[in-house]
């Protein structure tokens, strides 16, 4: 029978220490492949703890492949890549220069590989030769309809999966719409943001133009034809836009032809507190709003899969003029996904890394709470980061040279900014805790001590 003794800390679930336990087990040969472990049931009764620790413990080894179940039978350990068992060191020391501990939102995330590569076989199985034949430009009908029933579930959005277009990342997606709205309209993008974005408009031959935001999100000015915004949680402020300025900003796009919003609702499904607000495509009575979002912070950003759902006419028009482009998703991953989707795992998946991240989140706002009033937390309660105001005499640059050499990537929010940052941003971290480790949580608990 499985013995640890198991502490609580603060803000560690005793399900996460259970996990780690059994993980440590596992990948240094103490637990060995076919092994079968103690059913739920009786773990409890040996550890005293809940069933409901010992249960989500057991999820989450199933859901990262360590271990896998067998119906009516139990649970065996699965072989995966054995470690040396580690010696404590006598002190933790930040990583050593070109190994920063990466706050910069390039964190690996967990992913569901059990599940998937189960779902993958399923498809090879199923499909064979079909797998090989030409694709819908827009992707199979099968994802697209599974992207459109999430949607209706979890976002209140009634969809035409007729009216969904499939690609292999945002990137894609955004020259695609180029090439169908006209190179020759002004396409408005948030300032600061994801300076990406601007980018590709500009090297796509797009004019293109910086929008400055005030509390409630950004504002179109009159030389704007496509406005491209996020409002669900605008990165890097964190921003949500309230619904007042979305009745605004669905009020200018009607007011005059040829104008449309591009919604991205990147990371949307991480919201902690509440529900999110409607989308501007639910809201939208004029076909005005082109939506978009990816799979990328769900699922890993190596899965290059996006959409984005386009007014009937404006579908029309793209499978008219740009209909001679091929599909860029290989059949196999999209077969996948929409089982994934389909038969509910997306779904647990989701509700387990909100979990994870909101645990996460958690004890990161613990630390702060901890460290002197020199430090301020600024979040919606929504997405992967939060603002960190630091009361220092120090500059931006300093600034992250000084967490550089304590052992953090991090970046400030004036680097967002394409033009001059106005004075009143000096000062804030952004911190992307969405690929944090155990051990890289007690790293930066030390360093924010020290800002």
């Not at 990583?95 to 992913?111: A, Q, T, W």
């Not at 827009?138 to 959005?157: K, N, S, T, Y």
């Not at 948030?190 to 031959?205: N, T």
């Amino acid at each position: 029978m499985l013995t640890y003794q198991l502490k609580k800390q603060p803000g560690l679930p005793l399900y996460e220490a259970l996990y780690r336990c059994i993980r440590e087990d596992i990948r240094t040969g103490r637990l060995r492949p076919g092994e079968q472990l103690p059913s739920k049931r009786s773990l409890c009764a040996n550890l005293k703890v809940s069933k409901i620790t010992v249960e989500n413990a057991y999820n989450q080894l199933l859901a990262e492949g360590y271990i896998s179940s067998r119906e009516k039978v139990g649970y065996f350990v699965e072989a995966v890549q054995q470690l040396p068992p580690q010696t404590p060191k006598a002190s933790q020391t930040p990583p050593p220069e070109g190994k920063l501990l990466d706050l910069s939102g390039n964190g690996s995330p967990r992913f569901p590989f059990t599940v998937w590569s189960r779902l993958q076989r399923q498809v090879l199985l199923d499909y064979g030769q079909k797998l090989l034949l030409p694709l819908p430009n827009q992707g199979i009908g099968e994802l697209r309809q599974a992207i459109a029933w999430h949607l209706g579930a979890f976002r209140g959005l009634e969809v035409n999966p007729e009216d969904i277009f499939v690609g292999a990342g945002t990137d894609f997606l955004y020259n695609l719409l180029v090439q169908l709205l006209g190179r020759d309209k002004c396409y408005g993008v948030e300032e600061p943001g994801y300076s990406k974005i601007y980018d590709i408009y500009r090297c796509a031959g797009a004019r293109c133009t910086l929008l400055s935001m005030d509390k409630s999100g950004v504002l179109p000015d009159a030389a704007t034809q496509v406005l491209h915004i996020s409002p669900a949680h605008h990165f890097p402020t964190g921003l949500v836009t309230p619904l007042s300025r979305r009745r605004e900003l669905l009020k200018w796009v009607g007011a005059e032809d040829g104008r449309y919003i591009i919604e991205d609702d990147y990371d949307s499904e991480f919201r902690f507190a509440g529900r999110p607000l409607p989308t501007l495509k639910a809201m939208d009575t004029a076909g005005r709003v082109i939506y978009m979002n990816s799979f990328t912070k769900s699922l890993a950003p190596s899965i290059r899969i996006s959409y984005m759902i386009l007014p009937s006419s404006l579908m029309e028009a793209l499978q008219t003029r740009l209909g001679f482009y091929a599909g860029t998703v290989p059949s196999f991953e999209q077969y996948t996904l929409a089982r994934f989707i389909r038969e509910g795992y997306f779904e647990k998946h989701i509700n387990r890394m909100r979990k994870f991240y909101k645990a996460r989140r958690d004890t990161l706002l613990e630390l702060v709470a901890q460290c002197p009033r020199r430090l301020q937390v600024l979040e919606e309660g929504a997405g992967l980061h939060f603002l960190l105001r630091v009361d220092t005499a120090l500059t931006d640059p300093e600034l992250v040279a000084a967490c550089a050499q304590k052992g953090l990537k991090v970046r400030c929010l004036s680097q967002y900014y394409r033009e001059s940052p106005p004075e009143n941003c000096r000062g804030y971290l952004v911190i992307n805790y969405s690929g944090l480790g155990d051990a890289d949580i007690e790293i930066l608990a030390k360093v924010i001590k020290t800002l």
